[in-house]
């Protein structure tokens, strides 16, 4: 069983021990021309196929989560995903500790030397945490937070790296753009990455709402979502509030989802009966791999 979330989300929790799970899932999907976005539900998610060769390779990788997928990970509330493009190598938030985060890292084989830029979703502990653990190792990534963090995060991190302030889209890399804030109950960004076969949106917590990341995140690339990977905030959302937002994304034409973190069972129930193959189980150590896009 999962820890359950913090009191607040504000506080990073000790990591627990690694619950029970299959072994490390890699799924692995081939280089096909990106679907057309379109108002009708799409359940269809690239097909898997041969591991395609590192240069050609976009890999997601979840390397912190309350859930895992690999029985030699340490399990804690929180969320980061590693994510290696031929020419960047991004982490989405940083979870809730320092130690799990290394750890997790260096057991699935990711090096922190290679983090090139660091993108915090948005202020609370569980994304935040592991941040002055990467930092004290001497890694000197950029780092994308939101113009409203607090100064207790932006101070620290200014000491050691440089803070790229982000309030609205802006492109982060060739292919790579941040959604910029989203105003909800907690303001947040989500990160989105060009792939052959569309684009994968990530999200930290998606407190706004993933349905309305999602169309932000399409209205800054005019592209289609070929995944969804993170937390999607529906544990304590009614099966009314559920199935609305699966319809939401649906209508935007979002292909498959791998909703983890902060979803809640009742949710991923409700996805994966709806989504179908296009659905994916997901936690610490599940891995993705897309063909990288056309060089323009």
């Known amino acids: 069983m999962s820890p359950s979330p913090p009191a607040s989300v504000e506080i990073a929790e000790t990591a627990a021990a690694p619950s029970p799970t299959l072994p490390p899932t890699a799924v692995t999907l081939p280089t096909a021309t990106a679907l057309p976005v379109t108002s009708t539900p799409t359940k269809e998610a690239p097909t898997p196929s041969q591991t395609l060769d590192a240069p050609e390779a976009i890999t997601f990788t979840i390397v912190y989560d309350n859930e895992v997928d690999d029985r030699r990970l340490t399990n804690a509330w929180g969320f980061a995903c590693y994510i290696e493009a031929p020419e960047l190598t991004i982490l989405f938030d940083t979870g809730g500790d320092g130690p799990t985060l290394l750890e997790n890292m260096t057991i699935l084989g990711k090096d922190p030397a290679e983090v090139d830029v660091v ?26 937070m939101l ?106 034409g979002v292909a498959g989802v791998a909703p983890t973190h902060c979803t809640g069972a009742q949710a991923r129930d409700a996805f994966s ?17 897309f063909g990288a896009p056309p060089s323009n």
């Open 119 to 144: 993108v915090l979703s948005h202020r609370h502990g569980d994304h935040v945490g592991g941040l002055p653990g990467l930092l004290e190792m001497g890694v000197t990534p950029e780092v994308y």
């Open 147 to 252: 113009a409203s963090f607090p100064d207790d995060i932006r101070r620290p991190t200014e000491a050691l790296v440089e803070v790229r302030d982000v309030t609205n889209e802006q492109e982060v890399a060739d292919g790579v753009w941040t959604t910029g804030q989203v105003v909800g109950s907690v303001p947040e960004q989500a990160l989105v990455v060009e792939t052959a076969e569309g684009w994968v949106l990530v999200t930290g917590c998606a407190h706004p709402g993933v349905a309305r990341m999602a169309s932000r995140a399409i209205a800054a690339t005019r592209g289609p979502i070929a995944l969804v990977i993170g937390g999607f905030h529906l544990g304590s959302a009614t099966p009314a509030a559920i199935q609305t937002t699966i319809e939401r994304l649906q209508a935007e």
């Open 273 to 289: 009966q709806a989504f179908g193959e296009a659905y994916h189980v997901a936690g610490a150590g599940t891995s993705w791999v």
